[in-house]
C-alpha cells in the first residue's frame, strides 16, 4: 500500500493555511449515484407553483448561523459531508479535520446543492439543508474565498420517499419519488438562515425518478408508475410535452455532459436528450442495465455501471464506457467485482473505479486501457443492503476521497501521483460521502454576497478619501 501522511497539494495546502490572495474560480456539478427505491403513492400532472420550504426545528443550534466567525481563504476550500449510523459530519477537504458532527434520525443520505457551498441531507421524508461553510464571491476579474463553521439547518423541503438531487444551469431540482412532485430552487437563493422558496411541478405518476429544470421553464423528467419506469420527456414552461421516448425501460439516474446533453440509464442501453430531440444507444446484449451515469467536463464519453444480472445475483465486473459521439457503448473488464459508489472520473476525464479488491483502478475512456493502479485497503465484499456501508469514492479536482468504513478511514488520493498523501481515522463507521468544492457555481453568482458589497463600499470610499487603504479591510 503506498502512503504517504500530510503531504498535501498546493491548491489544498494554500486553502488550509487561509491565506489572503486572491484567486480564480470555476464552478463544478454533481452526477447522480443512488440505486432503485421503493415507489410509491401517486400524483397528478400541474402547472409549476411557488411554495415556501418548512421550517423544523430539531435541536437548539450552538451558534446561530449569523454568528458564525468568517475567514478569508486563499483559493477554493473543499469541504466533505459524510454520513453514518445516526449523523452527519463535515470535513476540511485539506487536512480531513472532522469540522461538525450532527445527529439525524434513520438512514440518512447526503448530495451536493449544487452551488458549491451547501449539501442536502435525506432524512426520513424531507431534504434537510447543510451549509458547508465553504464558499467564493466574484470581484471583478478573480474570486475571493471564505470559510466560516458548517451548520445543519432547520430549513428543509418536505415530501414523501425524497431521492433525487441535481442541478444544471443554476437551477436545482429535488424529487420525491413518493408523489412525484418536483421542487426546483435557485442556486444563488440557498442561505441556511433564510427560508428555501421553491418552484412546484408534478409527474404523470408517482415513480423513482429524475428531473431537470431548465432556465426558462420547462424541465426534463423521467416517465413511469410505481410498478414500471420507461423513458423520459421534455416539458415547455405551460407544461405542454414538446418530446418524449418510451425507449428506455428501467430509467434511473441522471448526468449532464458536454454542450448541455443530458443522459440517463436503461437496462438495455443508454437515452440521450441533445436538446432537441432523444437518442437511444442500445447495449449489444439484451439485458445490460446502466443505472448510474458519470460525466467528465468537455468529453462525450460517459462512465456508467454495467449489471448483465436481471435478478442481481452476479457482482458486476465491467463497466461501461458509453460514447454519445458514435453512439456505441463499449465495455472493460475491471476483473474485480465493483458496486454503484465505486466509480467516478478524474481530473482528466479518466475513468476511475475502486473495486472490491481494494485496488483503485484508472481507465483510459478513449481505449479502454487499464493505465494506473492503486492498492488502497485490503479486500473487502460488498455487503447485501444497499444501505449498509460499503467504500465509497467522490473526487474534487486531481483528489480522490475514499472511504473504508471497516476501518473507520477516510483516505486523501493525489490522482496525479497516484499515491494516498493522508488518512484519518474516524470515530463513527462512515456511510455515503458528497463534496464541495467552495468555488461559486455557475448560475449561482447572481448577486456577489455581503462581503463582496462591503469591499465595494470600501472601495468607492476610498475613491473619496484618499488616505483609504483597499489592503485594510474587513471580511
Known amino acids: 500500500m503506498n502512503t504517504k501522511h500530510l503531504t498535501l497539494p498546493s491548491v489544498f495546502l494554500i486553502s488550509a493555511l487561509a491565506l489572503t490572495a486572491c484567486a ?59 454520513t453514518y449510523d445516526g449523523g452527519v459530519s463535515v470535513l476540511d477537504g485539506a487536512t480531513l479535520e472532522v469540522l461538525s458532527q450532527d445527529e439525524a434520525e434513520g438512514f440518512v443520505r447526503v448530495n451536493p446543492a449544487g452551488d458549491g457551498r451547501h449539501f442536502f441531507l435525506t432524512e426520513g421524508e424531507s431534504f434537510r439543508l447543510i451549509d458547508g461553510g465553504t464558499w467564493g464571491e466574484p470581484h471583478g476579474d478573480h474570486d475571493h474565498f471564505y470559510t466560516t463553521d ?8 418536505d415530501g414523501p420517499a425524497p431521492g433525487h438531487v441535481v442541478s444544471h444551469d443554476g437551477i436545482g431540482t429535488l424529487f420525491f419519488d413518493g408523489n412525484g412532485e418536483i421542487h426546483s430552487y435557485d442556486l444563488a437563493d440557498l442561505d441556511v438562515e433564510s427560508p428555501l422558496e421553491t ?5 404523470e405518476e408517482a415513480h423513482h425518478g429524475v428531473a431537470v429544470v431548465f432556465p426558462d ?27 418524449s421516448s418510451e425507449e428506455c425501460p428501467g430509467v434511473h439516474g441522471e448526468a449532464a455532459g458536454s ?6 440509464g436503461c437496462e438495455d442501453g443508454v ?9 437511444k444507444i442500445q447495449a449489444d446484449e439484451e439485458y445490460a442495465r446502466i443505472g448510474n451515469l458519470f460525466p467528465a467536463e468537455d468529453s462525450p464519453i460517459f462512465l456508467g455501471d454495467y449489471n448483465l444480472d436481471e435478478e442481481g445475483e452476479e457482482p458486476m465486473t465491467e463497466v461501461a464506457l458509453v460514447d454519445t459521439a458514435s453512439g456505441e457503448i463499449s465495455t472493460v473488464d475491471v476483473e474485480a467485482p465493483y458496486n454503484f459508489r465505486s466509480l467516478a472520473r478524474g481530473p482528466q476525464g479518466e475513468a476511475l473505479v475502486l473495486a472490491e479488491d481494494g485496488v483503485l483502478h484508472v481507465i483510459d475512456p478513449e481505449t479502454g486501457e487499464h493505465t494506473d493502479q492503486l492498492e488502497i485497503m485490503q479486500e473487502w465484499t460488498e455487503p447485501e443492503e444497499w444501505q449498509e456501508p ?8 486531481d483528489i480522490a476521497y475514499v472511504t473504508e468504513p471497516d476501518a473507520q478511514t477516510l483516505h486523501m488520493v493525489d490522482l496525479g501521483s497516484m499515491e494516498i498523501i493522508n488518512s484519518a481515522e474516524l470515530d463513527f463507521t462512515p456511510n455515503e460521502i ?23 463600499e470600501e472601495v468607492d470610499d476610498a475613491e473619496v478619501d484618499e488616505e483609504a487603504d483597499h489592503e485594510d479591510h474587513d471580511h
Open 434 to 456: 458528497a463534496a464541495v468544492d467552495g468555488r461559486t457555481a455557475e448560475g449561482a453568482e447572481d448577486h456577489e454576497g455581503e462581503h463582496a458589497a462591503e469591499e465595494d
Open 199 to 203: 418552484e412546484v411541478a408534478e409527474t
Open 271 to 279: 437515452l440521450t436528450f441533445d436538446g432537441a430531440e432523444f437518442t
Open 217 to 243: 421553464g420547462g424541465r426534463f423528467e423521467t416517465l413511469g408508475n410505481e410498478d414500471e419506469r420507461n423513458g423520459a420527456r421534455v416539458l415547455d414552461a405551460e407544461g405542454e410535452e414538446i418530446v
Open 24 to 82: 480564480d474560480g470555476a464552478s463544478g456539478g454533481p452526477g447522480s449515484d443512488e440505486p432503485d427505491a421503493a415507489e410509491s403513492g401517486g400524483a397528478a400532472s400541474g402547472e409549476p407553483a411557488a411554495v415556501e420550504s418548512s421550517v423544523e426545528s430539531t435541536s437548539e443550534p450552538a451558534v446561530e448561523p449569523s454568528d458564525r466567525e468568517t475567514h478569508e481563504a486563499g483559493g477554493p476550500s473543499p469541504r466533505l459531508a459524510i
Open 150 to 157: 458548517p451548520h445543519v439547518s432547520d430549513i428543509t423541503v
Open 390 to 397: 460499503r467504500p465509497a469514492i467522490r473526487v474534487v479536482d
Open 259 to 264: 454542450d448541455g446533453m443530458l443522459a440517463v
